[in-house]
């Protein structure tokens, strides 16, 4: 039996957190000493509750059989925490993933250290912009640029960095043989040329919504800086600013108007003091301890702006706004038709009813939801799971819908 099968053994026990699998490594030494001890070794030697015990007495080594035969089939990579080539800044934080499903190579970190650049799906042209120029010109000076891959902000970071040739990481939240977002399938494999695509979830782990912020960790615990382009009060990206601080990472964010909805996250991180206003890449590269860029260094260009110097320019303005509205309109419309039941479900409570609306308004993921809901993650989280296994919701590749 190979060494690695302990490992796939021990990984694959979703019962036990990464912290907790950490701990027991710590105390035992290795998966596979793990794998050798009793039940009544493991009620004896650890606090682990019943349900726990219950899956590390389980010895079958079929689910990791299973893992690597996919691993090898579809051309992804497998790394231990013991591996030379598993991120050693990874392991700094509490709970890094003991296994890391690898598609692609991981950039030296040690030689071109990472930014995490997160932020809001929904972005606008000024944060798709920024995003964009922070990703090229981090890159060009040598920076690894870390994201998941998302629609919006994180999309334009990593194209930036792909632009200028530079190296690059997506953090998955599942299998990495399942493109998600399905819009990013051609960004993901130049993802893969230029750096590596990464899970710590095997192949076909569905995108749940849950484990999104189990994943940001990664994005977080890879880097050395983590910057927030645009985030609104209830944001994804926030949760990674969040574990980015607990972690000892520094955190930028981009400054906007103060009445920028998209931005109320970033604004609230600098008003709050718990990150440092980031107006230009050099901003980060000094704090990283890397060569800022002088001379060579091209402006970030704002979003064309228009000048309506006569009424021919402003009657068109106008209508490319009154098309827009109508445009966004039909899109609501249609969104509410096909999230909306013939029967709204009974709920639990007040939270599970908010919820309930907010999906009926359009919201589709974990994430939309967070963000228009003035509830702690872990409660929002919580609900979702209960709703869940009520059968008042499902989830498809991490899209929740109510059940009809």
Known sequence: MSKLSYWLWLAAKEELTALVKNQL?????????LFAMSRQELIEKTRLNKKQIDALSDKSLKRADEIQFDCEKLGINILTIEDSAYP???????????????????????????????????????????????????????????????????GAAMRGAISAGGKTIAVLAGGLNICYPPEHNFLMGDIVLTGAVISENPPSTPHRGFLFPIRNRIISGLSRAVLVVEAPARSGALITAHQALEQGRDVFAIPANIDAPNSMGCNH??????????????????????????????????????????????EEMW??????????EQEENQAQKINKPDVVPEVQNEDQKAIIDIILKGAETPEDI???????????????????LDGILKRENGVITINS
């Open 25 to 33: 490594l710590e105390c035992f030494g290795s998966a596979e000493h």
């Open 88 to 154: 050693e800044i990874l392991c700094s934080i509490p709970d890094p993933p003991i296994i890391l499903y690898v598609k692609g190579k991981i950039p030296d970190l040690e030689r071109r250290p990472a930014v995490g650049i997160v932020g809001t799906r929904r972005a606008t042209p000024y944060g798709m912009t920024t995003a964009g120029e922070f990703g090229k010109q981090l890159a060009s000076a040598g920076m690894t640029i870390v994201s998941g891959m998302a629609l919006g902000i994180d």
């Open 370 to 388: 967070l963000e228009q809901l003035d509830l702690p993650v872990a409660r929002v989280m919580t609900e979702l799971t209960m709703m869940e």
């Open 319 to 328: 209508n490319r706004i009154l098309k827009h509205q109508d445009n966004e």
């Open 269 to 314: 991180l600098i008003r709050d003091g718990e990150a440092a206003i980031a107006c230009e890449p050099n901003d980060i590269l000094r704090e990283v301890g890397l060569t800022p860029i002088y001379g060579s260094k091209k402006p970030i260009k704002q979003p064309e702006q228009i000048h309506y110097n006569d009424r021919q320019t402003i």
